[in-house]
């Protein structure tokens, strides 16, 4: 994105407001947990009502929790304030790249020494956060992504958990080529050390871009933890699925040197097969999937200089079904 671009959006966030719960977990956000990497579980969250709701049955034991409220017009803020999690509110819609950028700082400021980031829709426990917390321990790794798995059934089922089974296949290749992987998905944690020396500024259609980044400029590595599974919920069509790829592309696209998979071609085929050998049922849904793929390329080489649709894109869209 143009230098333009990014300074009209930047021009336009104001300071978020930071409401307290009443237990614990207000304190924990103000001084810092004390043990050995203390971790802040952060979720961004636009209109998720429904999401947070069940979130926040799933991961009751967590006190140490802070939700971004990105000016939601739902019932998001207040769920969360009615189960005494912490919540950072923006007045209007800022985007995932400056919700995270904000928790980022939140948890640097109150000490904490990893920062675990999942979407609102995502399903795990605490015991998927033990096991990314315990290969943190180790100094040369920087962040840990695991397996995504997309919850829904039918056509656009089929074809979307093409994508993210090839996804897997793609950061178990870069595993044992580079050692390191990708680090985008829906879940994943990262160290708040790499961030001393490099700032995490918000700019990018992809929050997780920036971040790994960040992260292979810190000498650390981002590794994937393939039996680790984080479910969320699926696109609702096949409109759905396109616009959302799309999104994603062009992020990629706009980020020089990407280190998505989906940017080489021969790491993209590759992983493919893999995960139809894996799952022969998929077989039949490879030609759609291969269709909104280079689809998905095609409008972000498109729209890689339009600042307006940029702008809307880093505005965390929601497409309609």
Known sequence: MDELSREGLNAEYKKPTVNEGKNPQAEHLKNGANKQLSYLLVVCAYNEERHVSRLLNSVKAIKDFLIVDDGSTDATCSIALQNAICVLS?????????????AINVAVQNNYDVIIEADADARFDQTIIKKILSCLEEESIGAVTVRQVPVGKGF????????????AEAKLLQMRRFGSCYLGGVMYGFKTSCFKEYKFKGYLINDDEELDEIIRLSGLKTIFLPDVLVSFDSSVSMK???LRRIRMVLGHHLKNNSNAPSMSRSVTIESMLRAI???PRLLPFSVPAVLIELTSHFFAFLLRKDNRMINKYMLWPRPSS
């Open 90 to 102: 923006h007045k209007r819609r800022m985007g995932k790249q400056l919700s995270l950028k904000d």
């Open 240 to 242: 759905h699925l396109l």
């Open 277 to 279: 050998v894996r799952d």
């Open 156 to 167: 656009s089922w089929f074809v979307e958990k093409i994508f993210w089974d090839t996804l």
